[in-house]
């Protein structure tokens, strides 16, 4: 009885320290797009060597900004992180390389409440923790967007624009602003048609909804023009802004160009000399927050910001009638990726007015 006993304490022993030596678990890349290129190195103007498919699994070696080298077969090449989910893999005693620099800093201090903590720096990591406004953390390293961190209880990556350090993105200017979101077309104006026949006036309200939801979190008064899928006169979309206490309008469209199916990129317009600035802002974190092709800031004539008179801004986020955007633009990554980029734009705005 008495060996049986020991055998048994002898096995839960060695479990345990099995269980505390195991290797890392390596990331893994789950392709979540029917068909997405490999390319020989991190971005577009790479070689493509081969395809993967919908669903298929493969370990991450390494990632650079937004595109991770993945294990094939025979070889290795790179996938841009837009189509993938990211995930912890079985065990393996490879570790994904996140090379993170020296922090500029030693410590942070978070401004939201229910802020995430993911296991990589990018959002298509796995959430690993929450923490609330005024926690703070020790830095272990940063990338450019973000910051790797820990305190007795959490470990993780915390995206910089969530930390009070960073003064030009607190969200102290832009609480109690009101602003009012324009959902491009919607009921029988449908918009712009992409490649595969879906709806511009679906993609602006998806991405409306989401920059309301976002814009709500961090104290703004968030106003939509339609509210749900119907017609609304342009006339009716600066009325609203105008009669308002609006500090921002922003309208939001998609376009198309069929006769010129590769044309991409992401654009901003206003209409007065005095929302340069506004649109400025938004279109340049658009872009680093996308890596979209940038169509600049300009002059645009368009009916709702030349008849809204509050500072108003019109962005066309992206061409449907590019088979590989329209596809890009219906997944909850890039969709926000916009929103973020939307959000920042607005929070520099208003820490610099
Ligand atoms: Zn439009």
Redesign the pocket.
């Known amino acids: 009885m008495r060996r049986f006993k020991l055998l048994g304490l002898c096995i839960s022993l060695l479990l345990v320290l099995t269980a505390m030596t195991s290797p890392v678990k390596a990331k893994e890349a789950v392709i979540n797009t029917e068909v997405l290129n490999v390319r020989n190195g991190p971005g577009e103007s790479y070689e493509e060597i081969m395809e993967v498919h919908a669903n298929e699994t493969y370990t991450i070696l390494q990632q650079k900004n937004n595109w991770v080298e993945i294990q094939l077969d025979s070889t290795t090449g790179w996938v841009v992180t837009d189509y993938i989910s990211i995930r912890e893999g079985g065990a393996s005693a490879d570790k994904i390389e996140v090379s993170t620099n020296k922090p500029t800093i030693d410590q942070v201090i978070l401004s939201y409440d229910n802020t995430h903590l993911r296991s990589g720096p990018a959002t298509q990591y796995e959430i690993t923790g929450y923490a609330d406004k005024g926690t703070t953390f020790e830095v272990l390293g940063e990338t450019e967007e973000w910051y790797e961190v820990k305190n007795k209880d959490l470990q993780g990556f915390l995206k910089k624009q969530f930390i009070q350090d960073e003064t030009e993105t607190t969200s102290s200017g832009i609480e109690n602003k009101t602003i009012v979101i324009d959902a491009?077309?919607g009921g029988r104006d449908v918009?712009?048609i992409g490649v595969s026949g879906t709806y511009?006036k679906n993609y602006?309200y998806r991405t409306s909804l989401e920059l309301k939801q976002e814009l709500t979190v961090l104290g703004a008064n968030v106003i939509l023009t339609r509210p749900e899928d119907e017609f609304i006169s342009l006339g009716s979309r600066s009325s609203y802004a105008n009669i308002a206490g609006t500090d921002a309008f922003i309208s939001i469209?998609?376009n198309s160009t069929p006769e010129l199916p590769n044309v991409t990129g992401i654009g901003t317009y206003y209409y007065h000399d005095q929302n340069k600035e506004l649109a400025a802002y938004v279109q340049k974190e658009l872009i680093k927050e996308t890596n979209a092709n940038d169509r600049k800031f300009t002059f645009g004539d368009y009916f709702v910001i030349r008849q809204t008179f509050k500072p108003a801004i019109l962005v066309e986020l992206g061409f449907l009638s590019n088979k590989e955007k329209e596809q890009l633009l219906q997944t909850d990554a890039y969709q926000k990726k916009l929103v973020q980029g939307m959000v920042n734009g607005l929070l520099k705005y208003f820490a610099n007015k």
């Open positions: 491009g077309h918009g712009a511009e602006t469209h998609y």
